[in-house]
């Protein structure tokens, strides 16, 4: 039996117990910010054992891990991998020890046919909780009477689990099977100990005890069980192997090094371990590719390069001169293709992203070779910790290499001193992940639970009326009322406001109740799968009022939304362009949009020149002047492969999933485009509404990384005429070539106070703030300036105070509120400051007279 049949037959046999299997989650855990990969078959189920989740009994899996901590140990034991697949049973609430022992025993004895006298077993001999008398009963009463003296207890490190330091613990349990005495080693301590004599197979946690703050344990009220057994290892068990590595999940790519690099492998032989390495670092590798991890200083980016370069050093030392590594991604794909379909789909991209990194470092390796000559002049007698570990990080010098040459010149190594440069350096990829801004997830897990989906409305409305159905607190808990002036979440049964997710920034807005703005909407977060959480902020210009669960409000998005949707759109067509000069291979390897502006990072394999980004942007001009249509449609996710539509490696798509196409004909003409790609954010029409998309600035991130940032639409006519080398002059009359017209009307009052009043078309809230801070430099005397603009009927302003009166009487947010009035919008801000809007007034002259009667009210 090989492991694509053990992995099948783990799941029927859970299947035949009324477990519900779940696919692999990815490696990026998904809505865990507490971790920076998935690496046990439990993570996908936290929430559940957290007690959030109610809706599942049983559950068995096959998940794909990775954990970063055994990277050193890779290939010195059989025992250490990065990259595993973990089989387990899970229990919320339901069976208990009694089963999961059972049944382990049976799996392992029975379906998989291993003698029963190669196995031990351990339990819980008590220490910071009781003793596990209950596990060793089960044990007695499942084994062969002699085999009990094969049960042996060990302490809190090897069979006790928590959470953390506070929450759900309990015992374990672990099977382990014995490889007999010639893989021991002097003074082995027996289960438990480093050699690989005992090789843990399966683990099972019984999580019964809630840990109190004091060190206690209370009994949890529902009891569960959590296993977890490494398919590698069963594996070599099953197929009879020395280790995993002769496996059939690692000897195709054993046998790919064997031979591109023309060496024989002897899992015996001294360079077994470079083997190994290498083998396990290429799954590792793909895998992480395979969800759109591309090697980087930071972060995940961070443990990809790393695997790279060990794994070149070690192909090195078997005699490799060029780069090899991305000759074995096939034997990965072959190996896991018909499982992870990922992996095959992922695969030129991975070819492609290995051969860079290699390119690019053996290029360092030869300027750490040279800088490893000079280090020895410098320091002659002893060469600094932190200097060999920036060799070993920086240039792929492991420390026994830099020790070996300096062995030869009569040279020490602060080995301490690299220890302590390690600790430091292994942060660097938590601090690049923690610092990344993910929002922790879990403390809207119970709400996620206990309503309903949010029914989204935003693609076709920005207004919809709707009920709050639930509010949360800052710390997640579910409240009745959300008192005045009093920050919080929003549970809607319906919104217009779309939840930030895959690059978009969430909308903003504000909700109304009985005709005028209750609060704001600063940020709309959908941070597990089916619940939008409004962040709501009450503001200083508006009444206060208590929201309640039950309320009846309008959500209005933002005007703002749209210049969101011009970036995103441009994103869009800025990656076709960026593949037109570039060729298929080029892919986006990041974004974000937001009103301000947009960012695209894309993959090359070398510098581009001024002249192809200039062309970039030319093409990404040609077609807004072309005027696409941009359409939008929910289609099975089988049709992106049929349409050849672009995707993000890693992303997880719904299914039907949402395609945006731009092209002139629609859907019956999909193939001929000018764009298709897979997309839940929101998009313009058509392309004329981007007006310009302006390449703003160009740049390196990474290694094989670049970034675009730009705009388009509004906010590029607010770029440009911010950036104007045209100094204002007078105002009545100027003509601007980036807003169409420009009006102005200064009104005398008395006491020397004047009214400026300008219109500019084409604008928006931001330009006009622009305008008014430009104007106020200008304006002599006493002076309130009034912008305003026109788009489809509605009336945007923003008044500014000038300088002389800002300190006076006048205030500029009062005055706002009432121009608002009189066109049935709203208005606030601060003394010196504010915005607003409403209908266009169908009298513009009586309007004036009326905003100069409020200015002199309020001088």
Request: net charge neutral; glycine share 8%.
């Amino acid at each position: 039996m090989q492991a694509h049949e053990i992995r099948k037959s783990f799941l029927e046999f859970f299947i035949k117990h009324e477990h519900r299997v779940f696919p692999s989650s990815p490696l990026i855990p998904e809505g865990d910010p507490t971790l920076l990969f998935t690496s046990a078959g439990m993570v996908r189920f936290k929430s559940y054992y957290l007690g959030l989740n109610t809706d599942l009994k049983r559950a068995t899996s096959c998940q794909k891990c990775f954990r970063t901590t055994d990277i050193d140990n890779v290939g010195k034991t059989i025992r250490h991998l990065t990259f595993f697949e973990m089989l387990g049973n899970f229990s919320f609430g339901d069976y208990f020890k009694e089963e999961s022992i059972r049944w382990g025993w049976e799996y392992l004895t029975k379906e998989m046919g291993l003698e029963e006298n190669g196995f031990y077993v351990s339990v819980y001999r008590g220490g910071a909780a009781p003793k596990d008398e209950e596990a060793r009963k089960i044990w007695e009463s499942v084994l062969p009477k002699n085999m009990h003296d094969r049960i042996i207890e060990l302490d809190d490190k090897n069979n006790f689990w928590a959470m953390g330091e506070t929450g759900p613990s309990g015992p374990c349990s672990e099977i382990y099977w014995d490889r007999g005495e010639k893989f021991s080693h002097k003074g082995c301590a027996g289960l438990g100990c480093d050699c690989d004599r005992y090789i843990e197979v399966w683990n099972h946690v019984f999580t019964q005890f809630d840990k109190q703050s004091d060190g206690s344990f209370k009994p949890l009220p529902k009891k569960n069980i959590d296993t977890g057994m490494g398919l590698e290892r069963l594996a070599f068990l099953v197929e009879n192997k020395v280790s995993p590595f002769e496996t059939s999940l690692f000897y195709p790519v054993i046998e790919g090094i064997s031979s591109v690099l023309g060496v024989k492998y002897d899992s015996d032989g001294d360079f077994a371990e470079n083997f190994r390495i290498i083998s396990d670092h290429m799954r590792a590798a793909v895998f992480l590719i395979s969800e759109g991890i591309i090697p980087s200083n930071e972060g995940r980016g961070y443990l990809l390069r790393r695997l790279i370069r060990r794994a070149e050093r070690f192909g090195m030392m078997l005699g490799a001169k060029k780069p090899f590594l991305y000759k074995l991604a096939p034997a990965v794909n072959e190996i896991f293709g018909g499982v992870y379909p990922e992996t095959v789909s992922s695969g030129k991209t991975a070819v492609e992203t290995l051969k860079f990194e290699e390119d690019g470092f053996l290029e360092t390796l030869e300027t750490g070779e040279k800088l490893l000559e000079s280090l020895f002049k410098k320091h002659p007698e002893e060469i600094p910790g932190k200097e060999a570990f920036n060799l070993y990080e920086t240039y792929g010098f492991p420390l026994e290499l830099t020790r070996e040459i300096a062995f030869k010149k009569g040279v020490r190594i602060d080995e301490q001193g690299f220890e302590k440069a390690k600790k430091q350096a292994q942060e660097t990829a938590r601090a690049g992940w923690k610092d990344s801004g993910e929002k922790n997830a879990f403390i809207f897990q119970k709400a996620e639970e206990k309503f309903p989906a949010t029914i989204f409305r935003g693609y076709e409305v920005l207004e919809i009326e709707s009920s709050v159905i639930g509010i949360l607190d800052l710390r997640g808990n579910i409240i009745e009322k959300l008192p005045a002036n009093t920050d919080g979440y929003l549970i809607l049964d319906v919104t217009p406001f779309y939840a930030a997710s895959g690059g978009q920034i969430g909308d903003i807005g504000f909700l109304l109740a009985d005709g005028r703005e209750i609060c704001g909407v600063v940020n709309t977060l959908k941070p597990l799968e089916k619940v939008y959480f409004h962040y709501v902020k009450y503001k200083n210009t508006i009444p206060q009022t208590e929201i309640k669960t039950g309320m009846k409000v309008v959500a209005k998005v933002s005007d703002w939304r749209h210049r969101t949707a011009c970036h995103h759109t441009a994103t869009h067509v800025i990656n076709a362009a960026l593949k037109r000069v570039f060729g298929d291979t080029t892919r986006q390897a990041g974004s974000n949009v937001s009103p301000d502006k947009f960012r695209f990072d894309y993959t090359i394999t070398r510098t581009p020149t001024k002249e192809e980004i200039a062309a970039v942007e030319k093409i990404a001009n040609e077609a807004v002047a072309d005027n696409y249509k941009v359409f939008k449609m929910e289609r099975p996710l089988k049709d992106a492969q049929e349409l050849g539509a672009v995707t993000l490696l890693g992303e997880k798509y719904s299914d039907p999933a949402r395609f945006v196409l731009i092209n002139r004909n629609g859907w019956d003409d999909a193939k001929n485009r000018f764009s298709l790609e897979l997309c839940g954010g929101t998009h313009v029409n058509e392309l004329k509404e981007l007006g310009v998309i302006k390449i703003l600035k160009e740049s390196s991130i990474a290694r094989g990384i670049r970034r675009i940032e730009g705009v388009a639409g509004a906010a590029y006519a607010e770029k440009a005429s911010d950036n104007s080398t045209e100094q204002p002059k007078r105002l009545a009359g100027r003509k601007d070539p980036l807003v169409k017209t420009i009006k102005a009307e200064t009104i005398a009052l008395e006491h020397g106070f004047n009214v400026l009043i300008i219109e500019m078309s084409g604008a928006n809230i931001p330009g006009l703030r622009s305008y008014a801070d430009k104007y106020e430099k200008e304006v002599q005397g006493k002076t309130v300036i009034f912008v305003w603009t026109n788009a489809e009927d509605k009336l945007s302003f923003v008044v500014k105070a000038a300088s002389d009166i800002s300190s006076g009487k006048f205030n500029a947010s009062s005055f706002a509120k009432e121009a608002a009035v009189l066109m049935n919008g709203s208005g606030g801000g601060r003394k010196d400051f504010a915005q607003g809007g409403g209908r266009m007034p169908e009298d513009f002259e009586s309007f004036k007279k009326q905003l100069v009667e409020i200015v002199k009210r309020h001088l």
